[in-house]
């Protein structure tokens, strides 16, 4: 079983819709989860983390964690063109040592 | 203030011949990290240093050495190059765990290499 399992899409979408992105992972030591953006032949960037369970809010971006069914989300409201790229998710121990991604959902938005 | 750096940004590598990747980064970050990235299995960490002068084997460490003879600089060697490390290569850093941003990696801008 993988770490983390991610649906690869790809995900098209027009224009202000809202986008939904999951992943689930195994072994509920893990702490930290992460959601990376990476643009074409770009290294991945952090775009949120949460910690344990529950929601966390960074204007049109919500990454939600559910530790008793093991559930990663990422919303994304009002999507933009710009935010066409592939979504990682990870998930990490306080170890620093320990990061698992997933394989990435490649999004597109149409103007 | 550069961030993450990778050098070369491509390479074309015959089966057998051997390479060094070098990574550098001016953030004095303690961890740094090497990870290949293949379609449909992710990133994957090949090996990792949590300071100057320490390496540790991550999830891939098969036919890769690593040296961190400098906090700032992180090297990734192919003795003999195979098909089968046709990749994209990423190297990250992370601040030191005493500052607890356990979440927090920062990426370069990658190497593509083919072995044929």
């Known amino acids: 079983q993988k770490e983390v399992e991610q649906d690869p899409g790809p995900l098209s979408v027009p224009e202000g819709a809202i986008v939904s992105l999951n992943c689930t992972y195994s072994?509920?030591?893990?702490?930290?989860f992460m959601w990376y953006r990476q643009y074409s032949r770009k290294g991945p960037e952090l775009l949120m983390y949460?910690?344990?369970?529950g929601n966390k809010e960074d204007g049109r971006f919500t990454a939600q964690v559910d530790k008793s069914s093991k559930y990663i989300s990422l919303f994304i409201r009002d999507s933009q063109p710009s935010d066409s790229a592939t979504y990682l998710c990870?998930?990490?121990?306080?170890?620093?040592?320990?990061?698992?991604f997933g394989t990435g959902t490649s999004l597109t938005v149409i103007p | 203030n550069a961030g993450v750096t990778q050098t070369p940004k491509f390479r074309v590598l015959k089966t057998g011949q051997s390479m060094t990747l070098l990574c550098a980064q001016d953030?004095?970050?303690?961890?740094m990290y090497w990870y290949r990235q293949d379609p449909g299995m992710g990133l994957r960490l090949i090996h990792y240093?949590?300071?100057?002068?320490?390496?540790a084997k991550g999830e891939v460490p098969d036919g890769y050495n690593v040296s961190r003879l400098k906090k700032q600089n992180f090297l990734l060697g192919l003795e003999s190059a195979a098909p089968s490390q046709t990749s994209v290569y990423f190297c990250?850093?992370?601040?030191?765990?005493?500052?607890?941003?356990?979440?927090?990696?920062?990426f370069g801008p990658g190497t593509r290499l083919t072995v044929t």
């Open positions: 990870a998930k990490g121990l306080n170890t620093g040592n320990q990061f698992y």
């Open positions: 953030m004095n970050h303690e961890y």
């Open positions: 240093s949590v300071g100057e002068g320490t390496t």
């Open positions: 949460t910690y344990s369970s």
């Open positions: 072994n509920s030591a893990f702490q930290y």
């Open positions: 990250a850093t992370h601040p030191a765990l005493r500052l607890r941003l356990f979440y927090e990696q920062y």
